[in-house]
């Protein structure tokens, strides 16, 4: 039965090419992208190109200004009332803010191009890049919420002065008893920081302009912390300084500050990376040959 199973199979069975070279993919076509030689006086022209186009602009500048003041007062209407929720809810604008600021990318990316920026088109310009943007929203927001979960384990584990009330927190996060506490916070936040930090500092402003998808531009986005890890952290420790600045007082100074921000990101995408186009023609050539 053996035997006659294996004759059976031998005839039916498909003659499978034999192949001379093993199989070699085409080269990719389009452009390719490559991380720009940065120095630690680059994060600097990035802001000071920023306030250029936010100056050229005022009112669109203006409009996003008051959008991230309301996400501040939100902020402080949670550490008014749930205090142990707004260490997440700042990851959380964390998160929603560099979207906000997709449409002050659009302004400085017009404004490169010598053309005109309008608001309808800076509300709007997500609109054609939504399956991208939607994947990579559906990551960050996973890092978020286990983000803010770790928080809420991080306080119900090592916060040993009991839940602290609006006046004293402050006081009871750096009481010494707390120690052990803000220790472990700071570790578990600056991991979660570093990875919403390294997949978006210039994912979001690639995905704009060259409407790429979102692992490329994750992935791109991680090249140029790795590639420039000490000019990033510059920049990174920049925008967290400007934005603690502006929240004092009554958080008025975000106004100016979180447009200023979003157009000097767009520059830092465009100061780290570059595109060089691929000759189609000299590939198709070179592959057949």
């Known amino acids: 039965m053996n035997a006659d199973a294996k004759s059976l199979e031998a005839v039916h069975a498909p003659d499978l090419p034999i192949m001379a070279e093993p199989y070699v993919p085409p080269p990719p076509f389009g452009p390719r992208s490559h991380m720009r030689p940065l120095s630690f006086s680059d994060p600097f022209r990035w802001l000071a190109r920023g306030l250029k186009d936010m100056r050229q602009y005022p009112g669109i500048a203006l409009f996003y200004g008051v959008c991230f003041w309301g996400m501040a007062q939100v902020l402080a209407l949670v550490f ?3 205090p142990e929720y707004t260490l997440s809810l700042i990851s959380g604008c964390l998160l929603v803010g560099p979207f906000l600021a997709m449409g002050l990318y659009e302004v400085s990316r017009k404004r ?29 927001m996973v890092l978020e919420l286990l983000w803010g979960r770790a928080s809420l384990v991080v306080f119900a584990v090592f916060f040993n002065t009991g839940m602290p009330s609006t006046t004293g927190v402050i006081e009871a996060v750096f009481n010494p008893q707390n120690i052990e506490f803000l220790m472990v916070y700071l ?18 402003p690639m995905i704009l302009d060259r409407d790429t998808d979102a692992i490329s531009a994750a992935i791109t986005s991680m090249r140029v912390v790795f590639s420039h890890p000490g000019v990033m952290l510059l920049w990174g420790l920049l ?6 600045a502006a929240l004092w007082p009554w958080a008025l100074g975000i106004i100016v500050v979180g447009p200023w921000l979003g157009h000097a990101s767009w520059h830092a995408y465009r100061g780290s990376v570059e595109w060089a186009e691929i000759d189609e023609e000299a590939v198709t050539l070179g592959s057949s040959n």
């Open 80 to 82: 008014k009332h749930k």
């Open 112 to 140: 490169e191009l010598g053309e005109v920026p309008e608001m309808s088109s800076s509300l709007m310009c997500w609109d054609q890049h939504i399956k991208s943007m939607a994947m990579l929203v559906l990551v960050l």
């Open 187 to 204: 570790a578990v936040g600056g991991v979660f920081a570093a990875l919403v930090y390294g997949l978006s500092v210039v994912s979001i």
């Open 239 to 244: 925008l967290s300084v400007l934005v603690l």
